[in-house]
């Protein structure tokens, strides 16, 4: 898994809120991209059914960045 | 493992009622705009049905009953069983299904018990009905399921947009021959605070404490008499739990999703029933919703989306049903369901019912 495909899957679920291009691994997950509680969810369900991983609260909280993010589910896979 | 099946019994009817006010999500204005148009199209509810004060869920599953039977033609005196599914039950005693043994006008000898669960509770009774049913003890057996939960606190985003009211009532005949339900039923009590109402039972009696508004982030101001939601852990655990639970199911039936003229979930929001659909390849116009209108409405979510999308599939076709309830428990499960023309009236509005009908109090 490489992080321009996680980016470019990111893109494409919340492609309402952030323009292609526009998100880089550094983008903060809270301010950036505005990850709401519902947003939460669809990152879960998008994670869940493309690389079959969970993520809980925890671990979602912990992530500051798209690229912490990245690497959290990396080590999941 | 609680895989089994009950046989000799089939389902005659079924109904639901809702109270008339309607709460349009798009009026929520405790949230931002943005944050709700993104939070409709996430949990796909725009609209629910909310009781007006003093309304319990035992009025509309009166409602739904007294209709259904009245429909079906039967004598009250015949009816042997009587489950009231719910979580907002009139009062923490009595059980609310021997006032509504009264209040429906059944027998003395009519068997009257609640069984106490949500979101999977639709799921969960019919398997404790048809299983009290099948051997030939019951002839003619109501199984109510529904609840009240726009008592939530209205600063909860969490919780008030999501959850409307509703009260079904489902009739259940013993019928040698009739197609086996198979059922697989599954409990994790481990994650029991995920969806709590946290004092006013035994375990912490409320005191005024239990009253005092707490903010717990973001737009989630409650007390801990009010329902509270943990929305990533339920979202998390039914994404984990379903899809396993059918397939062990349907290993067990020896059948395959695609057999199905219907899959109808527990609609506890889009986002998670769309998941949960995609991840076990349910064609989509397989898959019925009702939350758009009615939200999240608990045990009676399955019934309540026969009632509203399959009304006249079910009135006149024999369909071969899978159902899946999950959540508040945690406790989850599925099973099979053949409904063979069964009536089916359309859904009963609380208030225009009494007005035109009447409702018997006791």
Redesign the interface.
Known sequence: MKIEEFIALLEEEFD?DIKPGTLKPETGLDEEMEL???????L??MI??EYDV????KE?NKCNTVNDLFKTVQKKL | MAIYSTPNVRISGISACVPKNIKHNKDYTWISEKERKNLIKTIGVESKHHVKKGTATSDLCYVSADGLIKELDWDRSEIDLLIFVSQSRDYLLPATACILQERLGLSHTCVALDVNMGCSGYNYGMSVITSMMSNGGFRKALMLTGDVSSIGSHRDKTVFPLFGDAGTATAFEYKKGATDMHFNLQTDGKGYKAIIIPEGGFRSLPSNKSFKYKSYGKGIIRHRVHVSLDGIEVFNFSLREVAPNIKKLLKYTDQKIGEFDYVVFHQANYLMNNTIRRMLKIDEEKFPFSLKNYGNTSSASIPLTIVTQLKKEVETKKLSILMAGYGVGLSWGSNTVELDKITCPDIYIYEDYKEKYGINKI
Request: hydrophobic share 55%; aromatic share 0%; net charge neutral.
């Open positions: 309402d709401t509680s519902v947003n939460a969810l669809i879960i369900s869940k059914v969970t993520l809980n609260a979602l």
